[in-house]
């Protein structure tokens, strides 16, 4: 019964972590969207305080389009990340507290000091053995998606850097 409540709070914990991890993607995107708006207006700003014709004007705002582009991308990147992350954790948890009621049977069935004693090293090894397995496991997602979300800064500096010069051109 213990058990069932607590694989039952641990759900509604990783439920709750979803769920505030839909409201921050979805507050991104309207954040996303509100910059997109604040930049478009600050480009028409810009194109008649330099008088830029009309093609680089178009030329910077499609190269800010596909700037926001790539902050949403790896926003949710990130964000997807963070999800799998969480996800880990909370099985790591199930599995912890599963080990934790086998181990406790297990003590409570020895008959000596020294039984005991054994038992109680090898569920602390056992513990740590997992603890590092399943970090490990969690660390190598966060940097995969990291990684992710730093290509496509890097694709996206990349092409700002020759629209850049393109535009830095005499005709």
Do not use: Y
Request: glycine share 4%; proline share 1%; with cysteine.
């Amino acid at each position: 019964m213990a058990s069932t409540q607590t694989e039952n709070q641990t759900k509604n914990t990783a439920d709750r972590a979803a769920a505030q991890t839909q409201d921050a993607v979805r507050t991104a995107q309207d954040n996303v969207q509100n910059v997109s708006r604040q930049v478009f207006e600050a480009t028409e700003r810009l194109t008649r305080g330099f008088n830029l014709s009309k093609e680089d004007a178009e030329r910077f705002a499609s190269q800010s389009r596909q700037n926001l582009d790539a902050v949403t991308r790896c926003g949710t990147v990130l964000s997807q990340g963070f999800q799998e992350a969480s996800r880990h954790w909370i099985e790591f948890s199930q599995k912890q507290f599963q080990r934790n009621l086998a181990a406790v049977n297990r003590l409570a069935q020895a008959k000596t000091l020294q039984e005991f004693a054994a038992i109680q090293s090898d569920v602390v090894r056992e513990g740590l053995e997992s603890f590092v397995t399943d970090s490990k496991g969690i660390a190598e997602t966060s940097l995969k998606h990291a990684e992710e979300a730093g290509k496509i800064f890097s694709g996206a500096a990349k092409q700002t850097a020759q629209t850049a010069q393109t535009a830095s051109r005499p005709n």
